[in-house]
């Protein structure tokens, strides 16, 4: 069982940053990958970053250039710093990490970008 809690989300105006953290409890030895999705109101949850154990990432085409994803291994923590943010980012932010290629995901933050 890997239990996972999140900080970091709040209010901001367009163009402003926030930066996201995930601390990663329990069973971290086996974590691989790691990663941040989003929800916003009556959209399906998508992938925004995702980082490997030897630091390979990947990004949604929205945020490339404005999100940057990082982890440490020796803190079982992965960030994600939001730049240049866009009302369009307005989302409930999940942490999510993968044990033995099984899912967990955090609570959530809630993340709103005003215009």
């Known amino acids: 069982q890997v239990q996972l809690v999140e900080s970091g989300g709040g209010l901001v105006q367009a163009g402003g940053s926030l930066r996201l953290s995930c601390a990663a409890s329990g069973s971290t030895l086996r974590i691989s990958d790691m990663g941040w999705y989003r929800q916003a109101p009556g959209k399906q949850r998508d992938l925004v970053a995702r980082?490997?154990?030897?630091?390979?990432?990947n990004y949604a085409d929205s945020v490339k250039g404005r999100f940057t994803i990082s982890r440490d291994n020796a803190k079982n923590t992965v960030y994600l710093q939001m730049n240049s943010l866009k009302p369009e980012d307005t989302a409930v932010y999940y942490c999510?990490?993968?044990?033995?290629?099984?899912?967990?995901w955090g609570q959530g933050t809630q993340v709103t970008v005003s215009s």
């Open positions: 980082i490997t154990r030897t630091g390979d990432t």
């Open positions: 999510s990490v993968r044990v033995a290629n099984i899912p967990y």
